[in-house]
């Protein structure tokens, strides 16, 4: 797996740019079918919530969006243990410059051992943090209305309470992004603590939750209240159970309310976004790098959806890992082409598009195109340089689409 995602990433240097300054790292995993457990496939935490053995799989991205490299752990591995190794890992087999990379990662992965690797030679890191599990005299500092920033905006500071009060000032700065950076240290590092506000994303986290309290309303009218799952966004979480009696014996009754408590502890955090870095400069930098943490999630999602990289149907480790370099060299493949394609067109349209470019071979004449030709089809043949739409393809002609590739 090493020497083919080497092999991998130096060859793709020849046909596209790699942004390597920036690195991104998330990790997911994939659950089995089969329920024995082995040296690789074990029970663990699944983000799916399925009690099946599982693998894990650590993901680097680059900069711009494309796969660097991946990795699979034992399914009951702590995943802030696959970083450091993975990471020193690409930096030896890439060759890349170590003392300018800026690692960005997501609040799972923000150990004080990771932070401290990474502000090494000087390398930074970007990472989210939990607005939840901040010490409570940070929370006071976050949740005070006054002294807040916006990016470009050095000499005014603003006050998010006059502003909310003043529906005129609302709508004015209804999409602007506001920050504030309070100092925070962690054992072993020096950070910032910067956190970001928005009308826009406030009235967005209202609306789920409304949504969701809406749901858990009627699911106590209609008496149809399930067992609570285990998913932070389960609207079941809003809902009180109270068990009771008519006679004081057994508990055969049990009454449902909503919890107004969880409500008004969640509200607080509405419209706030925070991370931690070590890096100082430029905030818009900063709060760029961290935008593209969605490349990744969205990665993930190709995998698991458009790939079909689960579930896996397989038990000997090398099958495994065999199966999950293959997702990888695809998605590799597939990021390169969407970059290529200007990010005109979505995973479906793309994939669609190269599943159906079928030709069908007329004996002794050579081939005829099965498919519709379409403003994504001319764009592929015109980004790899030979077309196959012709109303005849000859043998002549498949035989130089064949030379061009190799």
């Known amino acids: 797996m090493d020497r083919i995602q080497e092999n991998l990433f130096n060859n793709s240097k020849k046909v596209i740019d790699r942004n390597s300054r920036v690195i991104y790292y998330d990790c997911t995993n994939y659950f089995f079918e089969i329920d024995n457990e082995d040296d690789i496939r074990k029970y663990g935490i699944n983000k799916q919530h399925q009690p099946k053995p599982q693998v894990g799989m650590g993901l680097f991205m680059d900069g711009d969006g494309l796969p660097l490299s991946c990795?699979?752990?034992?399914?009951n591995m702590n995943e802030q243990k696959t970083l450091i190794p993975e990471e020193n890992k690409i930096v030896n087999n890439f060759k890349l410059d170590d003392t300018k990379i800026i690692l960005c990662t997501d609040a799972g992965l923000a150990s004080d051992e990771i932070k401290s690797f990474n502000i090494k030679n000087g390398r930074g890191f970007v990472i989210t943090q939990s607005l939840k599990k901040l010490k409570e005299s940070y929370k006071e500092e976050i949740f005070d209305k006054s002294e807040w920033r916006i990016p470009n905006d050095l000499r005014n500071v603003y006050d998010l309470e006059t502003i909310e009060?003043?529906?005129?000032?609302?709508?004015?700065y209804y999409d602007t992004l506001f920050y504030k950076i309070i100092e925070t240290e962690t054992k072993s590092v020096k950070q910032d603590l910067i956190v970001t506000f928005c009308f826009?994303?406030?009235?967005?986290?209202?609306?789920?939750?409304?949504?969701?309290?809406?749901?858990a309303?009627?699911?106590i009218e209609t008496n149809q209240v399930t067992r609570k799952g285990k998913n932070q966004n389960d609207y079941r979480r809003f809902i009180n159970s109270l068990n009771s009696t008519d006679n004081g014996e057994v508990a055969d009754n049990t009454t449902y309310s909503i919890n107004q408590d969880i409500i008004d502890e969640e509200e607080k955090y509405d419209g706030y976004y925070a991370l931690t870095?070590?890096?100082?400069?430029?905030?818009?930098?900063?709060?760029?790098?961290v935008k593209g943490r969605w490349e990744i999630e969205e990665s993930f999602r190709i995998m698991k959806s458009d790939f079909l990289a689960r579930p896996v149907n397989l038990s000997r480790e090398d099958r495994i890992k065999a199966h999950f370099m293959i997702c990888f060299i695809s998605l590799f493949i597939y990021r390169i082409l969407e970059k290529k394609l200007d990010y005109k067109y979505t995973t479906s349209q793309i994939l669609d598009a190269l599943r159906n470019m079928k030709v069908l071979e007329s004996k002794g004449d050579g081939y005829i195109p099965e498919y519709t030709r379409t403003n994504l089809t001319d764009d592929l043949h015109e980004l790899f340089g030979f077309r196959t739409d012709y109303e005849i393809n000859t043998y002549k002609d498949f035989k130089k689409i064949f030379n061009l590739i190799k």
């Open 71 to 75: 990795n699979i752990y034992p399914g």
């Open 165 to 172: 009060n003043d529906e005129v000032l609302r709508e004015k």
């Open 200 to 215: 826009k994303y406030f009235d967005y986290n209202r609306s789920i939750r409304n949504n969701q309290i809406e749901r």
């Open 217 to 219: 309303k009627k699911s």
């Open 277 to 289: 870095t070590n890096l100082i400069g430029n905030i818009n930098e900063i709060l760029k790098i």
